[in-house]
């Protein structure tokens, strides 16, 4: 069971908003900061947001982050097919002096 | 454009050393990053596994502490992941990366007989 916790699925319609949680504790997104990552089937995991809320270049700004205490939220809005993958937050671990990754989250694109 | 590619055996007998090498390209392993060892078993979450920085310091996920080693080849831009007393467990796809946000492809790591 992983200490980062999201929900394991998923849903929206095209053109929606999803909004995927990751609820750590204080030795990790309470005083770290919380990572997203996007992987599609067959392929490895592509960073989506870093630093919280921060952008790589390229990512489109439909996918959004936040983090509030111990918890980080990856919004996403004007869902596409395209969006239909798996999702996992990260985050180091001050405690544990580890990387954790939540147990993902697999969204579908009804 | 930073390139990471692993390398190594793609079966593995049960009771032996899983030996992986990722390879660097693009940037020098020996920049302010740490390197990682993430893997994904078939159908499965992430799970991480270790990391390494250029100085050789290493941080290692506590549940494979035990039977981790990554080291750093600073001559060959690489870094590598042994893992020993494999199972069928250990059975994953296994990638390198960049903490955080670079990753190589993975390559399927099978643990059998």
């Known amino acids: 069971q992983s200490v980062l916790t999201q929900p394991p699925s998923a849903s929206g319609t095209p053109g929606q908003g999803v909004t995927i949680s990751c609820t750590g504790s204080?030795?990790?997104?309470?005083?770290?900061?919380a990572n997203w990552y996007q992987q599609l089937p067959g392929t490895a995991p592509k960073l989506l947001i870093y630093s919280n809320n921060q952008r790589p270049s390229g990512v489109p700004d439909r996918f959004s982050g936040s983090k509030s205490g111990t918890s980080a939220s990856l919004a996403i809005s004007g869902l596409q097919s395209d969006d239909e993958a798996d999702y996992y937050c990260a985050a180091w671990d001050a405690r544990l002096n580890a990387v954790l990754f939540g147990g993902g989250t697999k969204l579908t694109v009804l | 454009q930073v390139q990471l590619q692993e390398s190594g055996p793609g079966l593995v007998k049960p009771s032996g050393t899983l030996s992986l090498t990722c390879a660097v390209s693009g940037a020098s392993i020996s920049s302010s990053n740490w390197w990682n060892w993430v893997r994904q078993p078939p159908g499965k979450g992430l799970e991480w596994i270790g990391e390494?920085?250029?100085?050789?310091?290493?941080n290692y996920n506590p549940s494979l502490k035990s039977r981790v080693t990554i080291s750093v080849d600073k001559s060959k831009n690489q870094f590598s992941l042994n893992l020993s007393s494999v199972t069928a467990a250990d059975t994953a796809v296994y990638f390198c990366a960049r903490r955080w946000d670079t990753w190589g492809q993975g390559t399927l790591v099978t643990v059998s007989s």
């Open positions: 390494i920085f250029h100085t050789g310091s290493t």
């Open positions: 204080s030795s990790n997104i309470g005083s770290n900061t």
